[in-house]
């Protein structure tokens, strides 16, 4: 199976390549990419959702071009910890991404990262339309960056 943890995804991670952080929204995929030295997370594009084949066409040719070696998907938890319809369909995503590609996946708590990226857009005073374009992007770099500080907490530790 293509999903490990966090740590194995690490682990696994082909020598010059990058980690990408993914928010799978229903209408939108926002997309993240790290750094080489794995430390910055940088929100990119927004994947507009059309119909799964072509989504995750776009999705793979992005992550392709960007020299991606593993992906960090959002798992959107409630807030009593407990999996509802949402984390179900982005597990079902990555089940169904799989079979098209040997991308690896580990799944990042994602609770409150809208709420954080749009706050962050808040504070840099971006319109409300360049926020609803961004928001997507900006919470799939809210997600990566986290990752990002549990990696770094282990190999400090």
Do not use: H, Y
Not at 24 to 41: E, H, M, Q, R
Not at 56 to 76: D, F, H, M, Q, S
Not at 78 to 105: I, L, T, W
């Amino acid at each position: 199976m293509n999903v490990l943890t966090l740590e194995e995804l690490a682990n696994a991670m082909p020598a010059g390549k990058v980690f990408a952080g993914l928010d799978l929204g229903t209408k939108t995929i926002g997309v993240a990419i790290s750094d080489l030295g794995f430390t910055l997370a940088t929100p990119r594009d927004v994947i507009k959702r059309v119909k799964f084949t072509k989504d995750v066409e776009k999705l793979l040719a992005l992550l392709e071009t960007e020299r991606v070696g593993g992906c960090v998907i959002g798992l959107p938890i409630n807030m009593d910890g407990s999996e509802g319809p949402r984390a179900q369909a982005s597990r079902a995503f990555v089940r169904n991404v799989a079979p098209k590609s040997d991308m690896k996946f580990a799944f990042w708590d994602e609770r409150l990262s809208t709420v954080a990226a749009e706050r962050a857009l808040l504070e840099m005073d971006v319109s409300r339309k360049k926020r609803a374009a961004r928001i997507d992007a900006a919470a799939a770099a809210f997600i990566l960056q986290g990752a990002l500080d549990r990696l770094s907490s282990f190999s400090a530790g």
